[in-house]
């Protein structure tokens, strides 16, 4: 049984791993030309996912390539003092078991995995899709698939040709999100430093001693309008809402013309009731985002591509059955990590000067309580910052795979 996937980010390849696992023939297909390798941003991968990659013999790999950030130093704009926070006491409110990494070394850490048993191909896109699962390329060429997934983030090209534009679907929730590749000019070493002001905040975290990720979050009153490839429009934008902030904001701006690597989007949640359509159906950000930096889209794309692999073994490649069964599985938690999400981008950056005191309040708070007791605490309910580790995962392993699939066509 043939599968075209379209995307190689993170869900994509995660998806590939597993259906190779189960016997399927799968193509990916990826529009840039190779696979990106520029360090992209830190995204989290909290206890189910992690026990997902642990599944897939990856936990070694994916450990030695952790951020190793411990420290986050606050600055805030009008106050001299800044303010510490060891990042141990949060992440262990969030998660038992949490990881941060860079999201291109995870991608290219789950394609080594799968290289040699999947069909990738680049610097190619899909063009059309018709019902029979008949494709075709910008590149021209055609071929037949039984089953079409889209894995390609916020702005899905497969989500746009079968189930129309992503303004249908897209909420934005308020604020916009930039990162961008830096000279760790600073020296940091294990942490990263941070200035807030009321509705925008700007800092700078290590990758290594020699590399760097600028990062910039800004509310603005009204949606922006700009088209998500226009990357010097973007810039601009960046200059604008960020002009006029201390610290060290003007050097991480000159790096805006030099930078090798550079990522802006809008906090966007896509809300959508069902993310399948005859043979096609979606995976990660291309289908349930709950929104860039604030809802753990990574580990939800993760846990998503290890269900709809899981469903289709299960059910044997028969999408009527396995693409419903997917969609119920993984429901809840896309639920409540869209109202997580939503939470999150209204306290993630400080709209006032309020917000700034209160924000420093509760950094003071977390830095004098015990560890034990901020877990505990955050424990108590599963709606809040636990909801990661309260998903259970389905054991697969449990269920009669189809090795046959591996010799259809």
């Known amino acids: 049984m043939r599968i075209l996937i379209s995307g190689?980010?993170?869900?994509?390849?995660?998806?590939?791993y597993w259906l190779t696992r189960y016997g399927f023939t799968v193509t990916v297909v990826e529009r840039a030309p190779a696979l990106r390798k520029t360090g992209g941003h830190a995204v989290d991968l909290f206890r189910p996912a992690m026990d997902i990659v642990e599944k897939m013999g990856l936990?070694?790999?994916?450990?030695?390539?952790k951020t190793g950030i411990e420290r986050l130093t606050v600055h805030r704009e009008g106050e001299s003092r800044p303010i510490e926070l060891e990042l141990r006491r949060v992440m262990s409110a969030v998660s038992d078991r949490h990881v941060e990494i860079m999201r291109d070394d995870l991608s290219e850490i789950i394609y080594d995995a799968i290289r040699d048993d999947v069909d990738y191909v680049f610097g190619d896109s899909i063009a059309s899709i018709s019902d029979d699962g008949e494709v075709t390329f910008d590149s021209g060429r055609t071929d037949t698939f039984d089953l079409v997934i889209g894995a390609d983030g916020l702005h899905s090209n497969v989500r746009r040709l079968v189930f129309g534009p992503e303004s249908d679907y897209a909420t934005w929730i308020g604020a916009y999100l930039a990162v961008v590749s830096v000279p760790n000019y600073l020296g940091l070493d294990g942490r990263t430093e941070v200035i807030a002001g009321a509705g925008r905040m700007?800092?700078?975290?290590?990758?290594?001693?020699?590399?760097?990720?600028?990062?910039?979050?800004?509310?603005?009153?009204?949606?922006?309008?700009?088209?998500?490839?226009?990357?010097?429009?973007?810039?601009?934008?960046?200059?604008?809402?960020?002009?006029?902030?201390?610290?060290?904001?003007?050097?991480?701006?000159?790096?805006?013309?030099?930078?090798?690597?550079?990522?802006?989007?809008?906090?966007?949640?896509?809300?959508?009731?069902?993310?399948?359509?005859?043979?096609?159906?979606?995976?990660?950000?291309?289908?349930?985002?709950?929104?860039?930096?604030?809802?753990?889209?990574?580990?939800?794309?993760?846990?998503?591509?290890?269900?709809l692999a899981g469903?289709?073994?299960?059910?044997?490649?028969?999408?009527?059955?396995?693409?419903?069964?997917?969609?119920?599985?993984?429901?809840?938690?896309?639920?409540?990590?869209?109202?997580?999400?939503?939470?999150?981008?209204?306290?993630?950056?400080?709209?006032?000067?309020?917000?700034?005191?209160?924000?420093a309040a509760t950094v003071r708070l977390i830095n004098h309580l015990p560890v034990a007791l901020t877990t505990a605490a955050a424990k108590i309910s599963s709606k809040g910052v636990r909801l990661h580790d309260s998903i259970v995962l389905k054991d697969y392993a449990s269920t009669p795979w189809p090795r046959s699939l591996s010799a259809s066509s």
């Open 59 to 65: 936990l070694e790999q994916v450990m030695a390539k």
């Open 311 to 359: 469903e289709l073994a299960t059910y044997g490649g028969d999408h009527t059955r396995a693409f419903p069964a997917y969609e119920a599985e993984i429901g809840d938690y896309v639920r409540r990590s869209r109202t997580f999400a939503i939470n999150a981008a209204k306290r993630i950056v400080p709209g006032s000067r309020f917000d700034l005191w209160a924000l």
């Open 8 to 16: 190689a980010s993170v869900a994509g390849p995660a998806l590939a």
């Open 202 to 307: 700007a800092g700078i975290g290590t990758v290594d001693m020699g590399d760097a990720r600028a990062l910039f979050l800004f509310r603005t009153p009204r949606q922006l309008d700009y088209h998500h490839r226009d990357v010097p429009r973007q810039k601009e934008l960046l200059r604008e809402h960020f002009e006029g902030m201390g610290w060290e904001v003007p050097r991480l701006l000159e790096e805006l013309d030099r930078t090798p690597a550079f990522y802006f989007d809008s906090i966007t949640q896509l809300r959508m009731d069902t993310w399948s359509r005859g043979r096609v159906t979606l995976v990660g950000d291309a289908g349930y985002c709950p929104g860039p930096a604030v809802g753990g889209s990574t580990s939800l794309a993760v846990v998503g591509a290890y269900i």
